[in-house]
C-alpha cells in the first residue's frame, strides 16, 4: 500500500524523506495519505506509510483510502498510532456519526460510531477469526463457529440510530470546570458532553450531565436492570468535600475512598438489584455486572444451551462474580447436585453468597481460582464455566481444568486474544472446541463477548 505525507506543522515538507531529523524525534502531527486494510483489534485498522512503517488508524474502516495524522510514534518505533483526519475514497459501509463527539481528538467511548451496525459486527467478526488464527490455529469451523456476531434482543436498528446499553457510565470530571464528560481516546482529558447516545435511559435520566461536580475526580451512574435501583459512586480528589448530590431521580451515593479505594455508603442502599434468569441479584459497592441490559440473561442462556446441566451434577463457577452462572447452574444441578464457586473479591463473594443462600448446595470461596481450586482437593467434576478477567485464565490454570475430566467447559470471554491463547492451553490438554457464539454487547465499540464450549476430544473422536 503506497502512502504520502502531507502537509503538517511536525514532520517534512510533503514529498521529503525526513532528512535532518533527529533519529527517533516526534511523528506526532505528521499526516500520510494511505490505503487502509484490515480490522485489527482494538478499534482501529492497519496501514502502511511509503517507508513500511505500520499505521494503527482509528475513524478508519477497510478498503478507504484517507489522510491519516500520527497521534502517537517516533521514527523507529514499530507502529505508529494515527487517526483518520480527511476521507479520500469511502467504503460504502460509512456512516456519519450520530453522536456529536465522536471523532478524531473527541470522546474515546466509541469505536465504530461511523460504521453501519451490520459492518460493525462484520469487523468484530474478522477480528474474532484473525485471534483464533494466529493463536489457537483455529478456522471458524474448527470452533463450531459460523463466523457471526449476534446482535442483542432490540439491538438491531437502522444505520444512524444508536442502541441505548450502557446501564454503567463512568464519567471523568473536568477539573477546571467541574463538568462530567468522557475521557478522550488513550488520554486523561475529558471531552464535555451534554448526553451520551450510548447511555441507557435509566442513566440518562439522572441527569449527571447537567450537575457541578467540582472536586470530584470521577462519577460513576449505573441503572440496575429489572428494578428502579439507581446509584452514583463518586470519586472525590484528594481533599474535596462531596457535593450535595441532587439529581433527577432518587439516586443512593457511594464514595470511593482516596486512601484505601474501598467503597462507602453515603446515602442509600450500598447495593443495587438486578434481574436475570429469573433471579434477583444483589450488586453491592460498584461490583461487577454486565453492562448491557440482555447481557446477563443472553450469556446465561448460551452457557447453559452449550453444557446441557443434568440433574446430580458436580460443576465449577471460576471468576463467579455474585453468583450470575452458580445459581443459574444450582438451579439446574437440583438438589443431588452441588456447585463451587471461586471469586477474588471480598465484596462480590459476600454478594455471591447473600444471593445464593437458597441453595445449600452452593459453596462459594473467596480467593483467586490458581490458588483456591488446588486446595479444594477436588479431582473430578462434570461441568466447569470459567468467566476469567480480560487477561484469560493463562495457561497454568487452563492446565489444571483439563484434568479435572470435565463433561462440557463454557468459557465466557470479553477478549477475543485472550480466548484464542487460552483455547490453544485447552488443546494441549485434551479439549476441543464444540461450539462458539459470539454477541455483539458493546454496540459501537470494538468489544464483544464470546461463548465457547469445550468437550475432551476423545468423546466421540
Keep these: 500500500m503506497q502512502a504520502e505525507p502531507k502537509n503538517s506543522q511536525v514532520g517534512p515538507e510533503p514529498g521529503g524523506s525526513g532528512a535532518g531529523r533527529e533519529q527517533g524525534g516526534s511523528l506526532v502531527g505528521q499526516e500520510y495519505e494511505v490505503e487502509i486494510g484490515p480490522v485489527a483489534h482494538g478499534g482501529h485498522c492497519i496501514a502502511r506509510t511509503a517507508e513500511g512503517q505500520v499505521l494503527f488508524v482509528r475513524h478508519a474502516l477497510p478498503g478507504e483510502r484517507v489522510v491519516a495524522r500520527v497521534t502517537e510514534g517516533e521514527e523507529g518505533a514499530r507502529f505508529l498510532r494515527a487517526d483518520a483526519v480527511r476521507i479520500i475514497d469511502a467504503s460504502k459501509d ?40 494466529r493463536l489457537a490455529g483455529l478456522t471458524p469451523e474448527e470452533a463450531g463457529w459460523d463466523g457471526t456476531v449476534m446482535p442483542a434482543e432490540g439491538d438491531k436498528l437502522p444505520a444512524g440510530e444508536v442502541p441505548q446499553w450502557r446501564t454503567r457510565v463512568q464519567y471523568a470530571v473536568d477539573p477546571a470546570t467541574g463538568k462530567a464528560g468522557l475521557r478522550r481516546h488513550r488520554s486523561h482529558e475529558v471531552e464535555p458532553i451534554d448526553h451520551c447516545m450510548i447511555a441507557a435511559p435509566g442513566v440518562s435520566e439522572l441527569g449527571v450531565e447537567r450537575r457541578d461536580w467540582t472536586g470530584m475526580e470521577s462519577v460513576e451512574a449505573i441503572a440496575a436492570t429489572g428494578s428502579q435501583d439507581r446509584q452514583v459512586i463518586l470519586t472525590p480528589r484528594p481533599g474535596a468535600r462531596l457535593p450535595l448530590v441532587e439529581l433527577d431521580r432518587p439516586v443512593s451515593v457511594l464514595r470511593v475512598d482516596e486512601k484505601t479505594g474501598g467503597v462507602h455508603r453515603v446515602h442509600g442502599r450500598p447495593f443495587v438489584r438486578e434481574r436475570a434468569d429469573g433471579r434477583t441479584h444483589r450488586v453491592g459497592g460498584g461490583g461487577f455486572w454486565q453492562v448491557h441490559p440482555k447481557a446477563a440473561d443472553t450469556l446465561v442462556t448460551a452457557v447453559m444451551q452449550g453444557l446441557l446441566p443434568r440433574k446430580g451434577d458436580m460443576a465449577l ?118 461450539t462458539l457464539r459470539a454477541f455483539d454487547l458493546f454496540p459501537m465499540t470494538h468489544h464483544v463477548e464470546c461463548v465457547a464450549i469445550l468437550e475432551p476430544v476423545t468423546k466421540g473422536a
Design 317 to 434: 463457577d471460576l471468576y463467579c462474580g455474585v453468583g450470575l452462572f452458580a445459581g443459574a447452574l444450582a438451579d439446574r444441578v437440583g438438589d443431588k447436585g452441588a456447585v463451587l464457586g471461586i471469586e477474588s473479591g471480598k465484596r462480590a463473594v459476600e454478594d455471591a453468597r447473600h444471593n445464593l443462600a437458597d441453595f445449600p448446595r452452593v459453596r462459594i470461596e473467596q480467593g483467586k481460582v490458581e490458588s483456591v481450586l488446588p486446595r479444594t482437593g477436588i479431582t473430578e467434576v462434570d461441568l466447569i464455566v470459567l468467566d476469567p478477567p480480560r487477561a484469560g485464565a493463562g495457561r497454568t490454570t487452563v492446565t489444571h481444568l483439563t484434568s479435572l475430566a470435565a463433561r462440557r467447559i463454557a468459557y465466557v470471554a470479553c477478549d477475543p486474544a485472550a480466548l484464542a491463547r487460552d483455547l490453544a492451553y485447552f488443546r494441549e490438554g485434551g479439549y476441543r472446541v464444540r
Design 94 to 133: 460509512r456512516v456519519e456519526a450520530p453522536c456529536p463527539y465522536a471523532g478524531p481528538g473527541r470522546c474515546g467511548g466509541c469505536d465504530w460510531q461511523h460504521a453501519k451496525p451490520g459492518a460493525q459486527r462484520r469487523l468484530k467478526g474478522e477480528v474474532i477469526a484473525e485471534q483464533l488464527k
